[in-house]
């Protein structure tokens, strides 16, 4: 099957790890032909059972289709999948995850080679590609009229929300948001290390936990009319000198209960900080300007 035997694009994809074998299944159940390359071909043999064709080396891959998709293990496995292809008259669309440097740089290298780009950032995990209830989407930054022309086709495994004709941003919302998840799943690991051998069943304090989690959201709305205003004591609920004051009844908790504080402490240390400072007044806003190089 060719582009002229059907009326949806081509997409050739390179790298079948767990997420490009998702992305491959959903566009293969949409009706989308799909030729697909993986350095350890073995990878390649089940979705070539489910329809794909298969390509023996990248450069026979991205031949066969105009709409490239890279889903490679880093910036530096795209270089050497794609150093001996043809990108003329290509449009590559890179969801392996980088910096915001890198997706520039490979922007830039796309362009050289007469190829027109996209970077993408992914926020979802492979269970969530091709279920458009689960809520995942991807973040996708640089020429618009790209990622408008290719729009129908990405949406398809997940949603998509366009980032910006900064080729680097998708990668930097990407880290951004990927960042904000580990920083509470570090207070998450903290809080379960300190009530580990208490008398409440774990699952009854994580219904509590998750339920304390959600009723903070809000205050991410805050933060963000503070920044866009400047000022960071309207809308305060809990001042930064209020909070400080309890820092040393959370750090004598965890010592007394044998937990590290590792992952709390560079928080509590920046609040108290923040609060030495004259800001005692403020919420958490004033601290993002002291992370500013």
């Not at 490009?20 to 070539?48: D, I, K, M």
């Not at 729009?151 to 951004?176: E, I, K, N, Q, S």
């Not at 709305?221 to 004591?233: F, M, P």
Request: hydrophobic share 50%.
């Amino acid at each position: 099957m060719n582009a002229t035997e059907t009326s949806k694009p081509r997409i050739s994809l390179l790298g079948l790890g767990t997420m490009g074998t998702a992305l491959a299944r959903a566009w293969l159940a949409a009706g989308h032909p799909v030729t697909v390359w993986n350095r350890t071909a073995a990878r390649a043999e089940p979705l070539a059972a489910e329809g794909a064709e298969t390509a023996a080396t990248a450069a026979e891959a991205v031949a066969a289709g105009d709409l490239v998709v890279t889903c490679l293990l880093d910036d530096a496995s795209v270089g050497e999948a794609l150093a001996a292809a043809d990108l003329s008259g290509k449009d590559l669309v890179d969801l392996t995850t980088g910096t915001p440097e890198q997706a520039r740089a490979r922007e830039a290298w796309a362009h050289a080679r007469g190829a027109r780009f996209l970077s993408g950032g992914i926020m979802a995990v492979p269970p969530m590609i091709g279920v458009p209830e689960s809520g995942g989407y991807v973040f996708y930054s640089g020429a618009e009229e790209v990622f408008a022309e290719h729009r129908g086709t990405l949406a398809v495994p997940a949603g998509t929300t366009y980032a910006g004709a900064d080729a680097g941003a998708a990668a930097l919302y990407d880290v951004a948001l990927l960042s904000a998840m580990n920083g509470m799943f570090a207070g998450v690991t903290h809080a379960f290390a300190l009530v580990r051998k208490a008398e409440m069943p774990i699952r009854d304090f994580a219904s509590l936990l998750a339920d304390w989690l959600t009723a903070l959201a809000p205050a991410i709305h805050t933060t963000a009319e503070q920044l866009d205003s400047g000022d960071y004591t309207t809308g305060v609920v809990s001042n930064l000198a209020m909070q400080a004051a309890g820092v040393p009844t959370l750090l004598r908790t965890a010592e007394d209960e044998g937990v590290d504080t590792a992952l709390v402490a560079p928080y509590l240390e920046l609040m108290e900080r923040r609060v030495a400072e004259g800001h005692g007044d403020e919420e958490g806003a004033g601290m993002i300007d002291m992370l500013r190089r």
